[in-house]
């Protein structure tokens, strides 16, 4: 579908299509309208492909996703390049930088994956086998967020080191300088080789920021306290939508909206 459509939708999951007990029956009808006018949902989300896989068979999507927060994209679609484009640097290697960097400030950094179970559902409110699909990562090192003090600090190892740091409402994310959600989306629009696709965005964290960059039609989705402030800064000397309602409730408003205004339906 995605190949045959000049619009996309290209929605961050976490906190923005569903709310953080991952309930997506807020967004379901809204996705049916989409695909039966032929848009496209393109997930786009810091979840591993174990995770997102899941999601789709759910949502029954077909389309290209985009995973570990724009390190790799995967799709049957993607026959050119058997099914996957890996714009990140491997899970060892980004490993090994967040240790450099924990040295350097002094601060132990501590992945995700190296969280007990019992830790890791505290944070994420996964458990069981949501916990191994979430551990099947390989081109992103989500980290437990740092004291902001030593913000400053990290931004010039990330320099040093030539890596991007993307901090999300609940853990950051270290990436390779070649891959973030917004050049994921590039690179997928390259890929398809169509001329003009226009991108509805939705998000609701600064992880996102790079996907709203680079979108046409920006929506931030509140969460159930209001928005992410530091999102809304980011985004201040831009147009963009915030949706009245939080998460896929929110998401389910704003897509209805833009499909309306654009006369679709």
Sequence with gaps: MFENSSLWVVSDVDGTLMDHSYDLAPAIESIKLLQKLLIPVILCTSKTASEVNVIRKELNLTDPYIVEN????????????NGRIILGKKYDFLEEILNLISKEIDYKLIPLNNLTDSEATQLTGLKGNSLNLMRDRHWSMPFLNPPIF???????????FKVDIFKGNRMSHLLSTNSNKGKAINALKKY?????????GLGDSPNDLPLLLNSDIRVVIPGIDGPNLNLLEQLKDLEFTLASEPNGYGWKNEINKIINKLGLI
């Excluded at 724009?70 to 390049?81: D, H, N, P, R, T």
């Excluded at 398809?192 to 509805?200: F, G």
């Design 150 to 160: 030593l913000e400053d600090e990290i931004n010039t190892c990330c320099k040093k």
């Design 192 to 200: 398809s080789n169509i001329q003009n696709i226009q991108i509805i």
């Design 70 to 81: 724009g390190a790799a994209i995967y799709g049957e679609s993607l026959e050119k390049v």
